[in-house]
Each structure stands twice: as C-alpha cells, then as structure tokens.
T-cell receptor, first 109, second 114 residues
Framework: DAKTTQPNSMESNEEEPVHLPCNHS???????IHWYRQLPSQGPEYVIH???SNVNNRMASLAIAEDRKSSTLILHRATLRDAAVYYC??????????FGTGTRLQVTL | EAGVAQSPRYKIIEKRQSVAFWCNPI?????LYWYQQILGQGPKLLIQ????????DSQLPKDRFSAERLKGVDSTLKIQPAKLEDSAVYLC????????????FGPGTRLTVL
C-alpha cells in the first residue's frame, strides 16, 4: 500500500480555517485519497475523498496537488467539535483502508 | 438511517478468558469489517466479509481470534483465550459496494484484559 505522511499534531483557534497536510509521494494513478476523522471515544467517520480534482462537501474541502503527491484537508471554520484525529488514507483497492497514526487536531477558544 | 451497532460498549476480562463482540451493520451493506485499535494507534483491519464470505483475514490471529457472519448480516468476533496485548477498542464497520466503498464505523467495544 502507498504510504502517507502527516504531522502528528496541529493546533487551531476556533472559527479560523485549518489546513491539514498529507504527503503521498508514492501514490499510484488509481489511488483515491480519503480522509476520515475520529472524535474522542468514537469510531472513525468519513470526511471526504477525491482522485484528481479538488472536492468540496458540507464538512470540508480537499485540495489535491497537480502531481497528486500531496493533498490538504481544509476545515473552513474550525469549531471545538472538530477536535479529532484526522487520517489521510490512500485506497487503490476500493475497500481496503490502511490507517496510519493521523494528525491530532486541537481547537482552542 | 440507523448506524452500525456494536455491543457491548465495554468489557473487562482476565487473561485466558474468552470474550465475544457483536456487530449489526447498516441495513443493506454487504461488506463488513472488524478492526482492532490499540491506544495511540490507528485502526488495524482484522477481517473483511463480503456477505457471509471472508475476503481478507490476513491480519487475524487465527490461533485465538475467530469471526463469523452468518446469513450475511450480523457478525460476531471472538477471542479465546485472551491475552493482555488484546486490550484495545474493537471497531466494526460496514460499506455498500461503490467505486470508493465509504466505510461507516460503529462506536466500538473497549476491551480491557487484566
């Protein structure tokens, strides 16, 4: 499986945008980029995914570099409820998610 | 739409005892997954079912772990006998076959082995 690299932790102030980076230099042409997040004491939840083009949904935006070797999850206005561990995952087999350790996002007032 | 249900939410046992976890996936989801999440780590896939058949159990410690999905709906994961290192959260997820197979996770069962 192609590997992703994320910072261990990040901090943000409430109501400010947050940019969570992910490097995936060995991504293959068929790998989708998925983001999941895990709130404290809960199972992971789907956030967003993309292949080549930038994507937006009600939760977040996903910006994918032109060479696809990196991507950025954008939370437009962080709230305290966005404090979680965010996982960037490459999925080329359409059903197999290999989680790393993710980025722990802290949101402060 | 009801989410993935798991029970129990918490379980404490002594080493060498046995334990079972139950999962009810989202209605209509053919694929079911069991993950193990050790504290401080991301979830690790133990087994994947497609309907009632096993697709991938390469990371399941088969000497002590077993799982079944009778009738292609509910699933149980069993550990017998438990070891201290089995202390973890056991997560169940389900998905419906699409191009990207978004997985929906249950709340997990926190197992403590003493």
């Amino acid at each position: 499986d192609a590997k992703t690299t994320q910072p261990n932790s990040m901090e943000s102030n409430e109501e400010e945008p947050v940019h969570l980076p992910c490097n995936h230099s060995t991504i293959s042409g068929t790998d989708y980029i998925h983001w999941y997040r895990q709130l404290p004491s809960q199972g992971p939840e789907y956030v967003i995914h993309g292949l080549t083009s930038n994507v937006n949904n009600r939760m977040a935006s996903l910006a994918i570099a032109e060479d696809r070797k990196s991507s950025t999850l954008i939370l437009h206005r962080a709230t305290l409820r966005d404090a979680a561990v965010y996982y960037c995952i490459l999925d080329g087999t359409a059903s197999k998610l290999t989680f790393g350790t993710g980025t722990r996002l802290q949101v402060t007032l | 739409e009801a989410g993935v249900a798991q029970s129990p939410r918490y379980k404490i046992i002594e080493k060498r005892q046995s334990v079972a976890f139950w999962c009810n996936p989202i209605s209509g989801h053919a694929t079911l997954y069991w993950y193990q999440q050790i504290l401080g780590q991301g979830p690790k896939l133990l087994i994947q079912f497609q309907n009632n058949g096993v697709v991938d159990d390469s990371q399941l410690p088969k000497d002590r772990f077993s799982a079944e999905r009778l009738k292609g709906v509910d699933s149980t994961l069993k550990i017998q006998p438990a070891k201290l290192e089995d202390s973890a959260v056991y997560l169940c997820a389900s998905s419906s076959p699409t191009v990207t197979d978004t997985q929906y996770f249950g709340p997990g069962t926190r197992l403590t082995v003493l």
